[in-house]
């Protein structure tokens, strides 16, 4: 399997992700749900951003891994955060930023979407995470 990550000419830029990811491979990964809980959903970080999303992508490493999979394997990740606001950036690029080398997420980043919502499983839920890989 291969993962070919790039942002053609004329796309904006720069930005901190590639534009456009191409997989080969006949094994699909789709985590979804990942959030700031320990193994025994405790809350982790309430009311930190930066905190939510380090716990919430050290998550989502976990499900890539019970799969095969890394983020090396990731044609997409998208993120849902509550309340969202461009001044929440610093905050939010800061957790990113914080795990990155740590679970080895590539940068630039896959092909990524953030997206603003309202409110997410339960009150103190900040940010939600899915990653979608292919494998084989």
Not at 52 to 81: H, I, K, S, W, Y
Request: a negative charge.
């Amino acid at each position: 399997m291969s993962v070919q990550l790039f942002s053609p000419e004329g796309m904006m830029q720069p930005v901190p992700y590639n534009h456009v990811s191409i997989s080969t491979g006949a094994r699909h990964v789709h985590v979804a749900g990942q959030i700031a809980r320990d193994a025994e959903a405790n809350p982790v970080a309430t009311g930190d951003l930066t905190g939510q999303v380090e716990q919430a992508l050290r998550n989502t490493a976990r499900g890539l891994a019970g799969a095969g999979a890394t983020f090396a394997d990731v044609v997409r990740l998208r993120f849902f955060v509550t309340h969202w606001s461009p001044e929440k950036m610093d905050a939010f690029m800061a957790g990113v930023g914080n795990v990155a080398a740590e679970l080895g997420i590539p940068q630039p980043f896959p092909p990524v979407s953030l997206i603003g919502v309202d409110y997410l499983f339960e009150p103190d839920v900040l940010v939600e995470v899915e990653a979608y890989a292919v494998l084989d």
